[in-house]
C-alpha cells in the first residue's frame, strides 16, 4: 500500500477521511483486466486482487474478515454481545469496463474508514457492523446483476450457475477455479430477525447534486425497471421501386416508436424510458429494412409510473402495427420492483447531514444497487455523493473531491452512532 493509504486503515482523525478515501480508491485501481483502463469483471485475476487488498485491509482496522463463497469480502466490528444483531454497510468493488474509480467502490471504503475509527476508538457498538464489499453487482462478466449482494439477501438464484461468460467457461466453473464453493451459498442468507438495518454510499452517477452545489443526497426510492427485447418484421424491398404508400417499411416503424417511448416518458416525474439498442439485421443502402430490432427499458420510482407508462407503449405498438402493416413482438426480459428506502433512516441521514453543515436533499435513484436486495428483509437506506465532470459515471472521468467523501463519511458515521443509541 502507498503510505498515504497506510494512514488510511490505522489513522482516520479530524478531518482526514477524504484523503484517506481517495487514496484508497487509486490504490485498489492499479488492478484491472486491461492495460489501458479501469475494468474489474467477476472472478478475473484482477478482482480476485482486489479482494485481498481489500480483506488485507479489514485486517488492519481490526476486523473480523473472510472471502465468503461468492467472493464478498467480509470485515466485522464485532459487538460485546455475540448474539446482537447487525447493521450491514456495503457496497460493490467490481466495475464496467473502462470504469472510473468509484462507482461501487466509494461505498466500501467510507464503510472500512468509519469501522476502522470506530475499533481504534474502543467505540463498541449495541450492535455488530458488518462491513461487506460484494463481489458482483454490475453483470459484466456472465450478464447477471448483484450476484454478491442476493447470496446475502437469500435471493440468489442456482440456475446461474449454469450462465456462460463470451469464452464459454460456466460460473460454477469460474467459482471452482477461484476456489469458491458454490453449495455454500445458502448459508450465507442473512435472515430478518438479526439484522439492524442496511446503509450503501453510491455516486449519484447523475448532475443532481452538482448543480444544486451540494455533497451528498438522500435516496428517497430505487427506481423499478422494466426491459423488453422488440421485433418489428415488415416487407424488405427495393429502396427505388417500391412507392412510398406501399411500404411495410420496420425501421420506420421503429423511428416512429421510439419518438412515442421519449414523448410519453416526459410526461411523470421520474419517469424515464429509452431505445439503447436499435438494429437492422442486413440492412443495406438500397433496401427498404424487412426488420429492425431494438431495445426497450423503462423506469421510474414506484412501480405504478412505470406500468402505466409501459401500457401505453404496448398499446402504441398495436397502433403503429396496425397503421403501417407490421408485425410487432414485444419480450418482456427483466421486471425489477421500486423500492422505497426506509422512513426512519432517511430520517436518521438527513439529520446527521444537518449537522455536517450541509443541507438534506432526497432524490430518487434511477439506477439500480445493491440495496434492492434488501428490501422486505431490512430497513435499507442509501446517501449519494455528488460527481464533477456534469455527474458522468460509469468512465475514466468519473470523479468525486476528497470534500465531498470526508463529508460523506462522517455523516455515515454519525448515523451509525445516532442508531446505536435508539437501540
Not at 143 to 156: D, E, V
Not at 246 to 254: G, V
Amino acid at each position: 500500500m502507498v503510505t498515504e493509504a497506510n494512514s488510511a486503515v490505522g489513522g482516520a482523525e479530524g478531518p482526514t477521511f477524504g484523503k484517506q478515501i481517495m487514496a484508497l480508491a487509486d490504490r485498489l485501481a492499479q488492478w484491472s483486466d486491461a492495460p489501458d483502463g479501469l475494468t474489474c469483471t467477476y472472478l478475473s485475476e484482477a478482482h480476485r486482487s482486489v479482494a485481498a487488498e481489500i480483506r488485507n485491509w479489514m485486517e488492519q482496522a481490526g476486523l473480523t474478515t473472510g472471502i465468503d463463497a461468492v467472493a464478498n469480502v467480509v470485515g466485522r466490528y464485532a459487538a460485546a454481545d455475540p448474539r446482537a444483531p447487525t447493521l450491514i454497510l456495503a457496497s460493490h468493488y467490481d466495475t464496467v469496463r473502462n470504469a472510473g474509480k468509484y462507482d461501487g467502490r466509494l461505498g466500501v471504503l467510507v464503510a472500512l474508514v468509519v469501522a476502522e475509527h470506530l475499533q481504534r476508538l474502543g467505540r463498541k457498538l449495541p450492535f455488530h457492523l458488518d462491513v461487506i464489499a460484494f463481489s458482483e453487482e454490475e453483470g459484466v462478466r456472465f450478464s447477471s446483476s448483484f450476484l454478491g449482494s442476493s447470496a446475502l439477501a437469500g435471493r440468489f438464484d442456482p440456475r446461474l450457475l449454469e450462465r456462460r461468460d463470451a469464452d464459454g467457461v460456466t460460473l460454477a466453473a469460474a467459482m471452482a477455479a477461484a476456489g469458491l464453493d458454490p453449495a455454500g451459498i445458502p448459508a450465507l442468507a442473512r435472515r430478518r430477525e438479526e439484522l439492524v438495518g442496511y446503509l450503501e454510499v453510491h455516486i449519484e452517477q447523475g448532475p443532481v447534486l452538482l448543480d444544486e452545489g451540494l455533497p451528498v443526497g438522500i435516496v428517497s426510492a430505487i427506481a423499478g425497471t422494466v426491459r423488453c427485447m422488440v421485433t418489428i418484421t415488415g416487407t424488405a424491398g427495393h429502396a427505388g421501386t417500391v412507392p412510398m404508400t406501399r411500404r411495410h417499411d420496420a425501421a420506420a416503424a421503429a423511428a416512429e416508436l421510439v419518438l412515442y417511448v421519449e414523448q410519453r416518458c416526459e410526461r411523470a416525474p421520474t419517469l424515464v424510458g429509452t431505445v439503447g439498442q436499435l438494429a437492422v439485421p442486413n440492412g443495406a443502402i438500397n433496401i427498404i429494412p424487412g426488420r429492425c430490432e431494438l431495445s426497450l427499458d423503462i423506469r421510474a420510482a414506484d412501480d405504478s409510473t412505470r406500468d402505466a407508462a409501459v401500457f401505453d407503449v404496448m398499446t402504441e405498438i398495436g397502433r403503429i402495427a396496425a397503421k403501417r402493416g407490421v408485425i410487432i413482438e414485444s419480450k418482456e426480459v427483466q421486471r425489477t420492483a421500486a423500492v422505497r428506502c426506509s422512513p426512519r433512516l432517511q430520517s436518521l441521514l438527513a439529520d446527521a447531514v444537518t449537522r455536517a453543515g450541509a443541507k438534506p436533499r432526497y432524490l430518487p435513484s434511477g439506477a439500480g444497487h445493491d440495496a434492492m436486495m434488501f428490501d422486505g428483509l431490512t430497513d435499507t437506506a442509501m446517501l449519494f455523493v455528488r460527481c464533477g465532470n456534469g455527474g458522468v459515471s460509469h468512465s475514466p472521468r468519473e470523479i468525486i473531491t476528497a470534500e465531498d467523501a470526508d463529508v460523506v463519511a462522517r455523516v455515515i458515521l454519525d448515523t451509525v452512532l445516532r442508531l446505536a443509541e435508539a437501540q
